[in-house]
């Protein structure tokens, strides 16, 4: 498989460093407010790399933070601590922030059928590892104290710009909401990796460290949470674009320099979700959430099925005419499979057939995830001279990658087809059969099924479910 990565600016063939092992390290939301639909953009694009490389065989770890402190509003060392900024907004304490937004942010990703990574750490339970390894990196003469914060030198590293030339514009994002520029820094990009003297008098979240008392920065809790789940030698890492200067360049210096080599080999960036008015940001304030799309009427899976039909590396605008254009294909998609599955097909899979389908399709993602063919593939196998059973099976294949939930909202829509003309006293009558079935009460069960025969109704069990007709 085929992986587009930033450090080396190629697509490269994807190994990694033990045989059938990946270790994958995610950057986590950082839980101010509610992951706006752009960030999910990147969680979905990453939940599909992760599950492609389940599906092809490799046994993936993957290990994600969750940013609950050290983030400011800038991404480096300046303007207010977002978390801070949040309880302030809400009059909330930062914790309440935290455990709130983190609990948005997974049912979000539930609705988007996006998996929970298999660790997912909070930043503040990691503090002491964090202290440990800024001792280290002290000891090893790669930080400094300065004006009360402990800071990373820049300087000491013989090349910092991994991911390659930065713009003097980007330079400037430690500085770029109109906050003074940072005294105590030696070079301009040094970055905090523990703020002792706070300019922040009211952080609500402080701990004691051999610095004095303080927080830590934001780069240095990626690092050590990736190290200590994952250990020193990293396959993949994964984020948005944005992050990957400063974020994921001072990843980069700070565990190099404590482990003494390469850390990680494959940087995977999704690139932005943007609207009319440019990249879509939380601290712009006015952004679209999962529940905002739910309450125009949209089924969050519609969204996924928006951001696979675009390349992860190309940016893409959202507006809701795209969204409803995805809809309808979407929709089609699935009364497609539902009419497959009511065919009720016996024929056995045609295996030579699936193969060469399933080839189509393994052959899109093994080129760098390119989700948009690898649903050209889907619709070939729609349309493709086989058999149900086939079609239906790789549909289902695919579906492991895609997760777009096809199977099952085919069967709900078989279900609300033929359920639009039974009135509500024999629908009720049979959800109490269902129950009486699922509780192992067949005596019931059977009798509720003469109750409702008895007022003109047949009930049938179908692959896709209890139906109801009339006599
Ligand atoms: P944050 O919660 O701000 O730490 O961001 C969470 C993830 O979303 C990071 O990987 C960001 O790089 C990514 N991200 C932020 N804005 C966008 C956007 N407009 N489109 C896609 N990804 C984004
Ligand atoms: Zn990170």
Redesign the pocket.
Same mark, same amino acid.
């Given at each position: 498989m085929q992986i587009y990565n930033t450090l080396t600016h190629k697509k490269e063939e994807f190994v990694p460093n033990t045989a059938g092992k990946v270790a994958m390290y %995610?950057?986590?939301?950082?839980?101010y407010h509610y992951?706006?639909i752009?960030?999910l953009?990147?969680?979905i694009m990453e939940d599909v790399l992760e599950k492609y490389m389940r599906y092809d065989g490799l046994d993936v770890k993957r290990v994600m933070n969750i %940013?609950d402190v050290g983030?400011l509003t800038s991404d480096g060392d300046t303007g207010d601590d977002k978390m801070l900024k949040g309880a302030k907004r809400e009059h909330k304490t930062v914790m309440e922030i935290a455990d709130f937004y983190t609990k948005a942010f997974f049912d979000d990703c539930a609705k988007l059928n996006i998996k929970t990574p298999d660790v997912v750490q909070p930043a503040t339970g990691m503090i002491d590892e964090f202290i440990r390894v800024i001792g280290v990196l002290i000891d090893k003469g790669y930080a400094y104290e300065a004006g009360g914060n402990i800071y990373f030198d820049t300087s000491k590293l013989k090349q910092y710009y991994v991911f390659g030339d930065v713009s003097e514009e980007d330079l400037e994002i430690g500085v770029r909401e109109g906050v003074e520029e940072d005294g105590n820094k030696r070079n301009k990009a040094d970055f905090v990796l523990w703020f002792t003297k706070s300019k922040f008098d009211d952080q609500e979240l402080k701990w004691d460290s051999p610095w004095g008392v303080g927080y830590p920065g934001w780069h240095i809790e990626c690092s050590c949470i990736s190290m200590k789940n994952l250990g020193e030698y990293l396959d993949i890492h994964?984020?948005?674009?944005?992050?990957a200067f400063p974020h994921h360049t001072n990843e980069i210096a700070q565990s190099e320099s404590y482990l003494g080599h390469k850390w990680c080999n494959y940087w995977f960036h999704?690139?932005?979700?943007?609207t009319a008015g440019g990249?879509?940001?939380?601290s712009k304030g006015e952004f679209l959430t999962v529940s905002g799309l739910e309450s125009k009427g949209y089924d969050p899976i519609v969204y996924r099925f928006f951001c696979l039909q675009s390349h992860y590396r190309k940016s893409l605008v959202f507006s809701y005419e795209n969204l409803d254009n995805a809809k309808t294909a979407y929709d089609k998609l699935v009364a497609r499979i539902a009419q497959l599955t009511a065919e009720n097909d016996t024929a056995p899979v045609d295996k030579a057939k699936f193969d060469e389908l399933k080839k189509a399709f393994t052959d899109a993602l093994d080129n760098d995830i390119n989700t948009a063919l690898g649903i050209t593939a889907l619709y070939d196998v729609l349309k493709a001279d086989t058999n149900a059973s086939t079609k239906l099976a790789l549909a289902n294949d695919f579906d492991r990658v895609l997760s777009l939930g096809l199977a099952e909202h085919a069967q709900k829509l078989a279900q609300s087809d033929s359920q639009e003309d039974i009135p509500a006293e024999i629908l009720e009558l049979a959800e109490q059969r269902t129950a009486a079935r699922k509780a192992k009460d067949f005596a019931k069960a059977d009798a509720l099924r003469d109750e409702i025969a008895s007022k003109g109704f047949i009930i049938e069990e179908t692959r896709q479910g209890t139906k109801i007709r009339r006599k």
């Open positions: %995610t950057c986590g939301p950082t839980v992951a706006h752009g960030n953009r990147s969680y %940013t983030h994964c984020g948005g674009i944005d992050n999704v690139h932005h979700l943007n990249k879509m940001s939380k």
